[in-house]
Structures are given as structure tokens and as C-alpha cells.
């Protein structure tokens, strides 16, 4: 089955520890994205990737980090977390181009105390 | 920037048609359409593009003003199913395609019985 995984699904974390929450997909698709959601907000993009090792900022990257090293995985990071990063994140892969539609994982509910 | 959607929400009845309206201050090359339930990730609907060429689902409608930079989805006799909040995708000319979508604030749709 075609799909885009993500782990956490929840977390709960203090202040300044760093955390890593996965993105995988299975559809051997170039293109990568992060987007975190908050109330009134919409999808925000924080990272993108176009192929391996090829990464450049969204909208709203400060605070956060990616990497590719593998074209099925986009780990996103966040060195120092801060209570203003709770929040919804999805991970989201496609094609690429105009014509291909983006295929979201699940999500994860990040909470930063 | 954001495209604007609008409604913020609509409430219907079962079998009622809706409009929800997208618009960018910005030349677009595509417009997507997603749908998403609570605590769920975002659905493709749609992709419409510059030059008239549409991709998605049969039983969802929507139309591409390049001019005015405007999209709208239609939704027709309306169904329980239908519930969630819709969300515009846009991608300015000459910025990237699905990779690089920006996300309006979306619309909730709710259909009552």
C-alpha cells in the first residue's frame, strides 16, 4: 500500500531536548515536504526537498532542521525545542511538478512543555 | 503568502450545495484541493491548471480563474461524508510545483443530517 509514515505519532517533551520525529514513504517519489498546522493557521511549510541531499527552507523554517540522505526519508529535527513548536506536523511527499498531487502521513501531535 | 479562502465555515443541510472560494494575490500555475477530517492528515481532491487541465475525483467539481487568480470547489448534494475542512493549495508561477504548495487558512464544511 502507497503510503507516507510517520513517527511519532505523539509526543510530550521538555524544553530544549532534542527530538527527531521520522518520515518514510514507499512510493519512490523525489519530492518532500513538512508542513506544521495550528489553529487559524493553515499548513505551514517549514522544509522541502527535491531529491537527495537537496533541501530548502518553507515559510516557516527557524527552529528546525531536515536532512535526505536516502530518497524514502526526511527526518525532521528540532535541536532545541520551544513550547512556541507544539504543534500538528505532517510530513508529505509527492512526484514533483504541477500535476501530482501530495500524499500526507498521519501526522504528529508534538507538545512542548 | 497565503491565498485567501471564504467561507471561514459553512453549515448545511444534507443534499444542499456549497461553494468555497480560494484566491491568491499572486500569477499560479496550479490550484490543489484537500480535504481533511479532525485528526486526520489532508486528502487530495483536486489539482486544476494553468491551461485548463483538471485531475481528481469524479464527484467533485471546481473551477481555475487564471486571470483573477481564483479557484472555487463545488460541492453538490451534499452528504454526510462531506464534512471536514477544505484547504487550498496554491503554487505561484515560476515557484515550485506539489513540493511547494502554499495552504490557505481552510474552510470548515459541516453537513447535518
Known amino acids: 500500500e502507497a503510503q507516507v509514515t510517520q513517527n511519532p505519532r505523539y509526543l510530550i517533551t521538555v524544553t530544549g531536548k532534542k527530538l527527531t520525529v521520522t518520515c518514510s514513504q514507499n512510493m519512490n517519489h523525489e519530492y518532500m515536504s513538512w508542513y506544521r498546522q495550528d489553529p487559524g493557521l493553515g499548513l505551514r511549510q517549514i522544509y522541502y526537498s527535491m531529491n537527495v541531499e537537496v533541501t530548502d527552507k518553507g515559510d516557516v523554517p527557524e527552529g528546525y532542521k531536515v536532512s535526505r540522505k536516502e530518497k524514502r526519508n526526511f527526518p525532521l529535527i528540532l535541536e532545541s525545542p520551544s513550547p512556541n513548536q507544539t504543534s500538528l506536523y505532517f510530513c508529505a511527499s509527492s512526484l514533483g511538478g504541477h500535476g501530482d498531487e501530495a500524499f500526507f502521513g498521519q501526522g504528529t501531535r508534538l507538545t512542548v512543555v | 503568502q497565503q491565498p485567501v479562502q471564504s467561507p471561514q465555515a459553512v453549515i448545511l443541510r444534507e443534499g444542499e450545495d456549497a461553494v468555497i472560494n480560494c484566491s491568491s494575490s499572486?500569477?499560479?500555475?496550479?490550484v490543489h484541493w484537500y480535504r481533511q477530517k479532525h485528526g486526520e492528515a489532508p486528502v487530495f481532491l483536486m489539482i486544476?491548471?494553468?491551461?485548463?487541465e483538471q485531475k481528481g475525483h469524479e464527484k467533485i467539481s471546481a473551477s481555475f480563474n487564471e486571470k483573477k487568480q481564483q479557484s472555487s470547489l463545488y460541492l453538490t448534494a451534499s452528504q454526510l461524508s462531506y464534512s471536514g475542512t477544505y484547504f487550498c493549495?496554491?503554487?505561484?508561477?515560476?515557484?515550485?510545483?506539489?513540493?511547494?504548495?502554499?495552504f490557505g487558512k481552510g474552510t470548515k464544511l459541516t453537513v447535518n443530517p
Open positions: 499572486k500569477a499560479l500555475y496550479s
Open positions: 486544476l491548471l494553468k491551461g485548463g
Open positions: 493549495g496554491t503554487a505561484p508561477l515560476g515557484e515550485g510545483g506539489s513540493e511547494k504548495l502554499v
